[in-house]
C-alpha cells in the first residue's frame, strides 16, 4: 500500500499536519520521513523529548497488524496524493492528509451541505432540522455530520428518511463510533450509500481534543454550513469558525430569544453569518452545477407516485396534516416532498401549513 507510510507518520499525535508535511519535503517522501534516525529529527528542529516519544511509537508500530485491521474492519484508507481523495477538501491549509472510511466516497458529493448544533436541542430545533435535512436531501445533496445525539442525529435520520445519502466525520477511528449507542445510524448511512471518514486510525477512541479538529473537516466538506442551535461556548462555534475561515457559506437558523440554545445562532447572524429562512437560501449559495441541475427539473410534472398522489389530494386547499392523514407519512417526508414540488411549480404554499395544486 503506497500510503502505508504516510498514514503511520501521520498517526503520531505528537505530528501535526504541518509538521507531517514539512517531515516529507525534508526527507524526500514518507517513507524517509518516518526511517529518519533521531539526530536527523533534532536536526530538523523537533526537541529531544518529542524525537524519544516518537522513536518509541515507531518501534512499537505493526505494519502487519495495521493493514490486518483495514482489512478485517471494511476500513478503506486514502491519502491527500489520490485520485478519490474529497474534492472539497483539497487546497485547505489544514485538511487531513489521511482519511479513513466505511461506505463509499462520490465525487458527487462536492455540493454537499453541513448542518450542525446542539446536542440538546429543543423540540424546535428537532423541527427545524428535520424540515432542513429532508429538504436538501430531496435534491440528491449530502448532508454532513457528526453523528452526534441532539442536531446530528436528526439531520442523518431525517436525510436517510427522505432517500438521502449522509457523510458522518467522527473524533474516533471508523471503527469506534461515538457515542456507541449510534452505530446502527452509522450502518444505516453506510447502507444507503454514505460514508463514515475520520482521519483517525482504526481502533482510536475519541478523546475531547479531538472534536474540534473533527469539526473542521465536517465544513471543510461541505459547500455551506447550517448552524441550527447551540450555545456560545461549543462545538457549534467552533464548525462556524472553521467554515467562515475555509471560505464557506455559513447560514444560521434564527431562534427563540428566551433560549439559551439560541445564543450561537443569533451570534453568528450579528457577525456576519446569512440568515436561514428556506433551502432556497442554501440552494442559491451553492454552486453553477447544482443551479443547472435544478434548470433541469421539469415544472408542472410529477415525477413520482408520490407527487402524484399529493397532487391529486391537493385539488382545492389542504393543510399538511390532512396530506399526512391521507398518505400515513412523516410531516417532514411531506414537507422534503411540497417543498421540491413548489420550486417545480406543481403547487402553490398558501401559508399557515396550506397548499393547492397549480
Not at 495495521?66 to 491549509?93: A, Q, R
Not at 482510536?204 to 456560545?232: C, D, M, Q, W
Request: glycine share 8%.
Amino acid at each position: 500500500m503506497t500510503n502505508i507510510y504516510l498514514a503511520a507518520l501521520y498517526s503520531f499525535e505528537g505530528f501535526g499536519t504541518a509538521r507531517v508535511k514539512l517531515l516529507i519535503d525534508y526527507f524526500g517522501g514518507a517513507k524517509e520521513a518516518w526511517n529518519s534516525d533521531a539526530d536527523a529529527l533534532i536536526d530538523v528542529g523537533i526537541n529531544k523529548e518529542l524525537v524519544g516519544k516518537f522513536i518509541s511509537y515507531r518501534n512499537a508500530f505493526d505494519f502487519d497488524f495495521f493493514l490486518s485491521i483495514l482489512k478485517k474492519e471494511k476500513i478503506n484508507l486514502v491519502s491527500i496524493n489520490d485520485p478519490d481523495y474529497p474534492e472539497n477538501l483539497k487546497g485547505l491549509d489544514d485538511a487531513p492528509l489521511v482519511l479513513y472510511y466505511k461506505g463509499k466516497l462520490s465525487k458527487n458529493d462536492i455540493n454537499s451541505v453541513a448542518i450542525v448544533g446542539s446536542r440538546r436541542m429543543t423540540s424546535y430545533g428537532r423541527d427545524v432540522t428535520q424540515k432542513i435535512a429532508s429538504e436538501l436531501a430531496s435534491f440528491g445533496i449530502a448532508i454532513v455530520s457528526g453523528l452526534a445525539f441532539g442536531v446530528d442525529m436528526t439531520a442523518h435520520e431525517s436525510a436517510l428518511d427522505a432517500g438521502g445519502k449522509c457523510i458522518a466525520v467522527l473524533a474516533s477511528g471508523v471503527n469506534v463510533v461515538t457515542p456507541y449507542s449510534n452505530r446502527w445510524l452509522g450502518s444505516k448511512i453506510i447502507e444507503a450509500g454514505g460514508v463514515i471518514i475520520s482521519e483517525y486510525p482504526p481502533n482510536t477512541k475519541a478523546k475531547k481534543h479531538y472534536f474540534p479538529y473533527r469539526n473542521r473537516i465536517i465544513s471543510g466538506l461541505s459547500k455551506a454550513v447550517i448552524v441550527v442551535e447551540g450555545r456560545i461556548k461549543s462545538g457549534t462555534i467552533h464548525t462556524a469558525n472553521h467554515a467562515a475561515s475555509q471560505g464557506r457559506s455559513v447560514f444560521a437558523v434564527p431562534g427563540q430569544i428566551l433560549s439559551v440554545m439560541s445564543e450561537a445562532p443569533h451570534y453568528l447572524i450579528k457577525n456576519g453569518a446569512k440568515l436561514f429562512t428556506s433551502v432556497s437560501d442554501v440552494l442559491d449559495e451553492l454552486n453553477l452545477q447544482l443551479r443547472v441541475d435544478r434548470d433541469k427539473i421539469s415544472e408542472f410534472a410529477p415525477a413520482d407516485d408520490l407527487e402524484r398522489l399529493i397532487s391529486d389530494i391537493l385539488d382545492c386547499p389542504k393543510h399538511v396534516d390532512e396530506i399526512r392523514r391521507r398518505t400515513g407519512l412523516k410531516i417532514s417526508e411531506i414537507s422534503a416532498k411540497l417543498t421540491v414540488m413548489e420550486i417545480k411549480g406543481i403547487v402553490k404554499n398558501l401559508g399557515g401549513g396550506i397548499y393547492r395544486r397549480n
